[in-house]
């Protein structure tokens, strides 16, 4: 391996390594380069960052980042530092491709759509190093420079290099101040400056009033909060299954216990696949808003047939994170559990995710099924069958931002309509499948209001035997205290700037 491709050499990232504070902007500036060698001119970038431009392109060109990335590392055997290193460039210029765009447009003089789209995946990975780590700028614009020349050819790596020492001219402040500045309203240069379309910024301040999660005189500021919380990777929040695993275990395994979740704890550093409770499938990596949502649903009252007969139903599993806690607690109560997925890959990862509840409910004789349909039709193939139904959705994802640094630039606002249709009919289908007394818990990893309680009240608005049930009480914390922030009710809404979980929607309705 030839010394510019180590990842180590001084123009390399590990130049981060003794910095402390960014110097300030004069310092920071561009003009270093004219200090390189001719020799040190011509040479190759590091490995991590070659990846990191290659899991950019693949994400243009449709990958998800959180399956392309750990693929490249393994690739290239990248570990440690170097595959931190690749993962940020990825995650932060794939998130903050909006601020990033505006900036590169202005340095370059023009509009993103006049460059290169494999020009531009260098440049957005060049902005961030610039305004979003802490790498010198001599060695953001030396390194780019370097990466253009390598993957985009010598004629657009002068072009890179202009644009990028352009960039370095300013502090990111003073950036985000020049390109807000032609912003048409005050929302329009919050998009801008948080780096999120202006329809997902509008969808979800309308969802902070209508959760009633604040009043219209207080969502500017919140609103603020949970933008930049997209921004911020979460930590990796484990589930011990109950029976299965226990937060004790987690924690002797070197986690956190959850101040949120009762079943749930927080992994520090490194690989949670390293957790023996993780590599056994006993417990997994999960949103704590996903185990509350599940726990919810377990605790809420049935009566009548419902609770002579418990029986339950995860009508849309895949790939199984929930059913995988769920399932636990089935078992451990003696409660047969079927998980229901349409996609056969999905449907088999929730046969893997269920493997340790499976033997479980093998040796104590409880039935669990994963079956393969549709959640339109699977909720008719035994009407009042089950005593409690889960619909977690497929939804836009627009509450969970922060796990999937593309998600927000995929997405179209006509997705939410087309969503909508399918939400409905599923939890028609749920509703069928309940029985008299029993409950149905409908989520979405989405707060939009056209996913969330518009469909939940178009529904029921259109059946007399169902009501919706104040789910407020069923959520609690890990020291067994309600959850505070969690709006007007009856439906709950998560959100990450206030309980550190993914934005998730829940509503309980109870089947008369
Ligand atoms: C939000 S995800 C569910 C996440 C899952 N509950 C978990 O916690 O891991 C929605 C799932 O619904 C599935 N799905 C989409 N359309 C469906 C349908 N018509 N019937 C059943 N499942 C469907 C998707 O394939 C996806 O796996």
């Known amino acids: 391996m030839s010394d510019g491709q180590d990842g180590r050499r001084g123009g390399g990232h590990d130049g981060r390594r003794g910095e402390r504070q960014r110097p300030p902007a004069r310092e920071r500036s561009a003009q270093h380069r004219s200090s390189l060698a001719p020799s040190q001119r011509s040479r190759q970038t590091d490995l ?43 995650y932060g210029a794939t998130r903050l491709r909006g601020l990033y765009d505006a900036v590169v447009s202005d340095a370059a003089g023009r509009s993103v759509d006049k460059i290169d789209g494999a020009v ?128 004790d275990e ?46 919810a649903l377990a605790a809420a009252d049935v009566t009548g047939d419902a609770a002579a007969n418990e029986r339950w139903l995860d009508l849309c599993a895949g790939p199984g ?38 033997a479980w409910a093998r040796e104590e004789g409880v039935d669990l099924e994963v079956l393969e349909a549709d959640g339109r039709e699977a909720g008719t193939y035994e009407p009042g069958g089950y005593s409690r139904v889960l619909v977690d959705a497929p939804c836009t994802g627009l509450g969970a931002l922060r796990r999937r640094p593309e998600a927000r630039w995929r997405r179209r606002p006509e997705d939410v309509a087309t969503l909508a249709t399918l939400q409905r009919e599923l939890l028609g289908s749920a509703l069928t499948a309940t029985a008299s007394g029993g409950v149905v818990g409908y989520a979405t990893c989405s707060p939009h209001l056209n996913e969330t309680t518009f469909v939940v009240d178009d529904v029921v608005k259109h059946r007399d035997d169902v009501e919706i049930v104040d789910a407020r009480e069923l959520f609690v914390d890990s020291a067994g205290r309600p959850l505070g922030s969690l709006g007007t009710g009856p439906s709950v809404q998560l959100w990450p700037h206030l309980h550190g979980t993914d934005a998730m929607f829940f509503t309980l309705l109870r089947k008369k």
């Open 120 to 247: 531009l995946d260098t440049l957005r990975l060049g902005a961030h190093q610039l305004l979003g780590m802490r790498v010198p700028a001599h060695a953001a614009v030396d390194e780019t420079v370097a990466l253009a020349r390598q993957v985009n050819g010598a004629g657009a790596a002068g072009f890179v290099n202009a644009v990028m020492r352009r960039i370095s001219e300013r502090e990111r402040d003073e950036w985000v101040r020049r390109v807000t500045a032609t912003a048409g309203d005050a929302l329009e240069a919050l998009a801008l400056e948080t780096s999120h379309p202006l329809w997902v910024v509008r969808a979800l301040r309308a969802a902070l009033v209508g959760h009633g999660t604040v009043t219209p005189d207080d969502v500017d500021a919140s609103l603020t909060t949970l933008l930049e919380s997209d921004n911020t990777p979460p930590l990796v929040s484990l589930v011990a299954r109950p029976g299965l695993s226990t937060v």
């Open 321 to 358: 994170g929930k059913a995988g806690l769920l399932a636990a607690l089935a078992v451990g109560r003696r409660i047969p559990f079927v998980a229901n997925e349409v996609s056969e890959h999905r449907a088999d990862l929730v046969w893997q995710t269920l493997a340790a509840a499976r």
């Open 48 to 90: 991590s960052r070659l990846a990191a431009y290659g899991v950019m392109r693949d994400v243009s060109d449709g990958a998800y980042a959180n399956l392309a990335l750990p693929k490249a590392l393994r690739d290239r055997y990248i570990h440690g530092r170097d595959a931190a290193f690749a993962t940020e460039l990825v």
């Open 250 to 295: 987690l924690v002797a395994a070197g986690a956190y216990r959850s101040d949120t979740s009762p079943v749930g704890a927080t992994w520090p550093e490194g690989d949670p696949g390293d957790i023996e409770a993780v590599r056994d499938g006993r417990a997994a990596v999960q949103d704590e808003g996903s185990q509350l949502l599940a726990l």
